[in-house]
């Protein structure tokens, strides 16, 4: 005897497989559920959500500590020795580790706008867990060599704070759906009202953020001060080497108005220009002097360190990847430099009537001339003629001394002082790094008119903001970008910001208003039409049967042969077998 029993009508769910098969490797209908999520899965959607916070933060500050990434090869050279762009791996298991983690914050999401129970698959567990403690690890390491550089966020939120709160205010807008959805289905007042209350505070957060939010690119444009003046530190160090006359030069080219250097002697008291404490990152000193290539750089007299080449290892190394930008002749112009002294430095900002500023480092206890080094240098200057007003003077010891030889000399301090105490020790200017003078303290010291450059500047954001901030002058390694503004990258009236602070704020309180009304119009619907709870798959497989059967993947009845005198049991027990009644899905139209 034939059975008829009928089955189950089901549409093709690709999207819904996709995202629980990649996420949890549920790719089979019978292996999804609706049920609650389990507290273990919990734990993992939460550090999960950690995870993405950290990246999140932590690609942020790379994106921004961008001005800073020579500093950062430049500290990473001084602990190893060999110089190379650590940024590189940083930036690319930073972009891979957001990715992924994005990734995965999509497809949970989607989890919980579909009413499906997470369960992120151990190979994925395995990841998140990398991608938190390679982060973690990473902080660490920063804030032990480069720990200064965490002022870079407070910094960059002057410029960027204002747009990060409309993104992130139109992020927690789209997430009002999910919300919304949650507490439709939920059945549980208490969790209706937690789900609620946390995300009506962290939306209020949101709506009154920009009370706290500053910046000195808020304001009116006739407040606007002078552009400030731009120095070129060592140069132009991203399109020549370092620290010499062709670096200078091509500074020149980009409209400086200003030099800034550092200054070593030599054994026989020569004043010359070099950064490092050896010459082996910018010299051929390996091939010159092989036996002395770790030795002190003032440890050599002026005459060995002519013979030095300091442009080949610009071509070599490439340190901001500019060499491809090169034209032949300018590379053969590199490729020949050699070590530039304070001599000629000097001359050739006295014919340009250029400013320098030098920061002078003192020679080993052994060395010739360890306690004439102010004096060497002071005569340096002296005889090249250049005109006192033209040079900062920033070496503390013997400032008196100093001011009675040459008292043009415009006194300058590298550590930040109360303008009372530089009056008292008549010093006139400061030369401090972009993140040790707030918008507040740089009006003072202008209004005081102490003259403060402050280094090195070389994205616009940061040059826009200090610019808006009143600084006089910055010190930058590209000069060549900041020659391209000419007018802060944004300045908002303060009633402009207002307005689209609270349009941002109205639109999307009528989105949340507008969703949350959708979605519960949405949840009574369909509980009226007999549903027990909102089950998104089950209203669309329910949809489903009503379409035709062209569209569906459908089993229209199953064929069972079994024979009554076998004992199999009666013609009524036939159509009612392991639970299933036949009334059931006539009424319902679909079973799970």
Same mark, same amino acid.
């Given at each position: 005897m034939v059975k008829h029993q009928p089955l189950q009508v089901y549409e093709r769910q690709l999207c819904l497989s996709c995202i629980t098969g990649i996420y949890g490797c549920r790719w089979k209908r019978y292996q999804r559920s609706h049920d609650d999520t389990t507290k273990w899965e919990l734990l993992w959607s939460l550090i999960l959500l950690v995870t993405f916070c950290g990246l999140l933060v932590w690609s942020y500050f790379w994106l921004e500590a961008r001005n800073d990434y020579n500093e950062f090869n430049w500290f990473l050279y001084n602990r190893s020795g060999e110089w190379s762009d650590g940024t590189v791996p940083v930036l690319a298991t930073t972009a891979a580790g957001l990715t992924y983690i994005t990734f995965l914050m999509v497809l949970a999401l989607c989890h919980v706008a579909l009413g499906q129970q997470l369960n992120l698959h151990w190979l994925h567990k395995i990841g998140v867990t990398a991608a938190l403690l390679t982060t973690i690890v990473g902080v660490i390491s920063v804030n032990q060599?480069?720990?200064?550089?965490?002022?870079?966020?407070?910094?960059?939120?002057?410029?960027?704070?204002?747009?990060?709160?409309v993104g992130a205010l139109a992020a927690i807008t789209a997430l009002s759906w999910i919300v919304a959805g949650q507490v439709a289905r939920a059945e549980k007042t208490l969790f209706q009202v937690v789900v609620m209350l946390l995300y009506l505070s962290v939306l209020l957060g949101l709506y009154v953020a920009p009370l706290y939010i500053t910046s000195p690119c808020i304001m009116e444009p006739t407040d606007l001060k002078p552009r400030p003046s731009v120095i070129g530190h060592q140069g132009a160090p991203t399109l020549a080497p370092e620290n010499t006359m062709w670096s200078f030069q091509r500074a020149l080219q980009m +409209?400086? %108005?200003?030099?800034?250097?550092?200054?070593?002697?030599?054994?026989? $008291?020569?004043?010359?220009?070099?950064?490092?404490?050896?010459l082996q990152r910018t010299t051929d000193v390996h091939k010159v002097f092989p036996d002395r290539q770790s030795d002190d750089a003032s440890l050599f007299n002026w005459t060995d360190v002519q013979h030095l080449n300091?442009?080949?290892?610009?071509?070599?190394?490439?340190?901001?990847?500019?060499?491809?930008?090169?034209?032949?002749h300018e590379r053969s112009?590199?490729?020949?430099?050699?070590?530039?002294?304070?001599?000629?430095?000097?001359?050739?900002?006295?014919?340009?009537?250029?400013s320098v500023v030098f920061r002078l480092r003192r020679p080993p206890v052994d060395h010739p001339c360890h306690h004439?080094?102010? +004096?060497? %240098?002071?005569?340096?200057?002296?005889?090249?003629?250049?005109?006192? $007003?033209?040079v900062m003077w920033t070496p503390s010891e013997d400032r008196g001394q100093v001011r009675q030889q040459a008292p043009g000399l415009r006194q300058t301090s590298l550590e930040k002082q109360s303008p009372e105490i530089l009056r008292e020790n008549e010093i006139s200017g400061l030369l401090l790094r972009y993140n040790q003078a707030n918008a507040k303290e740089i009006r003072d010291f202008t209004q005081r008119n102490i003259s403060l450059t402050l280094y090195t500047v070389n994205e616009p954001w940061l040059y826009s903001v200090l610019w808006c901030s009143g600084v006089s002058a910055v010190s930058s390694e590209a000069p060549q970008v900041l020659k391209k503004v000419p007018y802060p990258i944004w300045l908002l009236k303060p009633d402009q910001y207002c307005l689209m602070w609270v349009s941002a704020d109205v639109v999307s309180f009528a989105m949340v208003i507008g969703i949350f009304i959708f979605q519960n119009y949405h949840m009574i619907r369909y509980r009226s039409s007999g549903m027990h709870s909102y089950n998104p798959e089950q209203i669309m497989l329910s949809a489903a049967v009503r379409r035709s059967s062209r569209d569906l993947n459908v089993m229209k009845e199953k064929l069972i042969f079994s024979e009554v005198g076998n004992g199999v049991g009666g013609p009524d027990e036939l159509y009612t077998d392991n639970g299933y009644d036949y009334d059931y899905y006539s009424n319902r139209g679909v079973s799970q």
């Open positions: 060599t480069w720990g200064r550089e965490w002022d870079i966020l407070p910094v960059s939120l002057q410029a960027t704070g204002p747009f990060l709160h +409209n400086v %108005t200003g030099f800034e250097a550092d200054v070593a002697i030599s054994e026989d $008291g020569v004043p010359f220009l070099m950064r490092d404490q050896t300091a442009g080949q290892w610009f071509l070599k190394n490439d340190p901001f990847w500019t060499v491809h930008t090169l034209t032949p112009l590199i490729a020949n430099q050699s070590v530039c002294s304070l001599e000629q430095l000097l001359r050739l900002a006295s014919y340009h009537n250029s004439s080094w102010i +004096n060497d %240098t002071l005569q340096t200057v002296l005889k090249s003629g250049v005109p006192q $007003g033209l």
